[in-house]
């Protein structure tokens, strides 16, 4: 019974993202119907976010087989409560926030992108009280490859988001984990020796992430 109840979740969860499938994207489908069959476990440590999430083996990186990788390709808040369910489901032990430069790109202003993200973490809390939430600061972008029109002239955004979302997690008693400065250069842009495109992480990268982040892991 137990294993027919599996079975007819995960038929379900796939029928309900593959009908929604002209909304976000094939591959965001393809891997919310995976993360929702794959769910967690009150062990788990959630990596939730969008590009930058997922291109990283995070279990490998930080050296812990209870680190999961939830990050989606292109994926924006709305995209990520969308998920949410699977996600929370299981009650997971943390969840590592970070999103946002999306809806930047979708010409979202810094208010309206700050609350979405804010709306998540306070829905993580309502529905799975015992996880803890980890909110993650944007990282900054840097134009100068001429790789992402749409992201051009928003480094201001960027840092009023995250100064809103800053405020947000000292009111809220969420713990704030200010990535920005450890990534920017001297003019408050992604270190060109970090990115080959201006928005997108290379292995060192990733390294400096993990140091920062690490304690966090382990507490």
């Keep these: 019974m137990k294993a027919l109840n599996i079975a007819l979740s995960v038929m379900l969860s796939a029928t309900c993202f593959a009908a929604q499938g002209t909304d976000f994207g094939e591959l965001y489908y393809q891997r919310a119907s995976l993360f929702d069959t794959l769910g967690t476990n009150p062990s788990s440590i959630v990596m939730l976010g969008n590009s930058l999430t997922h291109g990283c083996e995070w279990h490998e990186l930080l050296g812990n087989p209870n680190v999961v990788n939830r990050g989606i390709n292109g994926d924006i808040a ?4 969308l998920r949410l369910d699977g996600i929370l489901r299981g009650k997971p ?7 946002g430069v999306n809806d930047v790109s979708h010409d979202l202003s810094a208010d ?16 799975s009280p015992t996880t803890k ?3 993650q600061s944007l990282l900054p972008i840097n134009n100068s490859f001429g790789r992402y ?4 002239g928003k480094e201001q955004t960027i840092r009023d988001i995250n100064t809103l979302l800053e405020k947000h997690a000292a009111k809220s008693g969420i713990t704030w984990i200010n990535l920005y400065p450890s990534f920017a250069d001297e003019n408050g842009n992604l270190r060109a020796d970090l990115t080959n495109d201006g928005l997108h992480l290379l292995g060192p990268g990733y390294i400096i992430w993990r140091e920062l982040i690490l304690p966090y892991i382990n507490e």
Excluded: Q
């Design 78 to 81: 709305e995209g990520i409560d």
């Design 93 to 99: 032990a943390k969840i590592f926030l970070l999103c």
């Design 112 to 127: 309206s992108i700050a609350s979405a993200v804010e709306a998540i973490t306070e829905r993580i809390r309502r529905e």
């Design 133 to 135: 939430v980890y909110l």
């Design 149 to 152: 029109k749409r992201i051009f």
